[in-house]
């Protein structure tokens, strides 16, 4: 992602995502919904799990992201993000086991992540809206909590849905997707921020933790 001022609605960029995702979406429910020899229950929590997941991409595109979104990165995570629903899908398909707990506990983190994620772009997205302020950064709701609140709503969203296919392999992307967070896109993001807005984003990252919240600042 780059991170940059001025807004682009970026509209053929953002609709090649998600068109690009759609693709692995319909694979994954021609997938699972012939799959007769894949536990019913799971079948539908992973449906479930890869609507929802493909609803909150649109809304947050569309609705929340106002930055320009390049033709690579459209493309790029567009079939990323295919191929990791699709990859989820067939993973779960393959599990040997029953629903059981872990895959409740799964469905658990994945609705809370997504509720994070989706409650945390929500609020800013609202409070940004009013003309009083433009040019301030914020720092309310759950962004007082951490500072990149919204990616550790997708990193618990993520486990949920990792959880849920009883597969070990669908940890790799999540720990890929987890180190690309703090590796790549928080710090980029902290430089743009503490170009556009200086000493209102130095005190906000002084007080606040940075990535997981109640975990110190210091680590992540």
């Not at 992602?1 to 609709?15: E, I, N, T």
């Not at 595109?61 to 899908?89: I, N, Q």
């Amino acid at each position: 992602m780059a991170y940059h001022d001025g807004h682009s609605p970026s509209l053929v960029s953002k609709c090649t995502l998600l068109l690009l995702t759609l693709a692995g979406l319909v694979f994954s429910f021609n997938l699972l919904l012939k799959n007769h020899q894949a536990d019913q229950y799971r079948a539908y929590l992973l449906l479930a799990c890869a609507s929802v997941f493909y609803i909150r991409l649109a809304l947050c595109l569309l609705v929340f992201v106002k930055r320009k979104v390049s033709w690579f990165e459209g493309c790029a995570v567009g079939v990323l993000y295919g191929v990791l629903v699709y990859m989820f899908s067939l993973w779960g398909s393959l599990a040997p086991a029953k629903v059981c707990v872990l895959d409740y506990i799964g469905m658990g983190l994945f609705v809370t992540g997504s509720w994070i994620n989706s409650q945390a772009d929500y609020q800013r997205f609202r409070w940004k809206k009013k003309p009083e302020n433009a040019g301030h950064l914020y720092t309310k709701g759950l962004f007082k909590y951490a500072m990149h609140i919204n990616f550790f709503g997708d990193t618990v969203m993520f486990v949920g849905y990792a959880l849920i296919t009883q597969c070990f392999l669908s940890f790799i992307p999540v720990a890929a997707i987890t180190l690309n967070f703090v590796l790549i896109q928080i710090p980029q993001l902290d430089g743009y921020l503490m170009k556009k807005y200086g000493a209102e984003f130095m005190e906000y990252a002084e007080k606040t933790k940075k990535y997981i919240p109640r975990i110190n600042k210091t680590f992540l």
